[in-house]
């Protein structure tokens, strides 16, 4: 079993930055690729961001450019630092994880693929 908890959301204004953070326990984190996805009010969940565990990465055309995603293994912690914001990045971004298999190249883009979730932070971009 892994346990998700993100931290580090907030209200900025539009062209600010934060860091969001996504604390991981319960088993061999870097067996797992991890992401971030969020949820706009009266939307679909959406991809955002994902990471392998040897740390290749993958990004929502959306976000490309803006975000970064990261992780340390040895802190069992995954990064989204999020910069230069719009008004519509505001949603609650969520972290996610699964158990990623060798033969996939790149970490995968579909919720439900991830088997573990955090609850869920509140980021909130002002125009």
């Known amino acids: 079993q892994v346990q998700l908890v993100e931290s580090g959301g907030g209200l900025v204004q539009a062209g600010g930055s934060l860091r969001l953070s996504c604390a991981a326990s319960?088993?061999?984190?870097?067996?797992?690729?991890m992401a971030w996805f969020r949820q706009a009010p009266g939307k679909e969940r959406e991809f955002v961001a994902a990471?392998?565990?040897?740390?290749?990465?993958y990004y929502a055309d959306s976000v490309k450019d803006r975000f970064t995603i990261s992780r340390d293994n040895v802190k069992n912690t995954v990064f989204l630092q999020m910069n230069s914001l719009k008004p519509e990045d505001t949603a609650v971004y969520s972290c996610a994880a699964y158990w990623m298999p060798g033969w996939e190249s790149r970490p995968s883009i579909d919720g439900n693929r991830y088997n573990y979730w955090g609850q869920g932070t509140q980021v909130t971009v002002s125009s």
């Open positions: 319960g088993r061999t984190f870097s067996s797992y690729a």
């Open positions: 990471i392998t565990w040897s740390g290749t990465t």
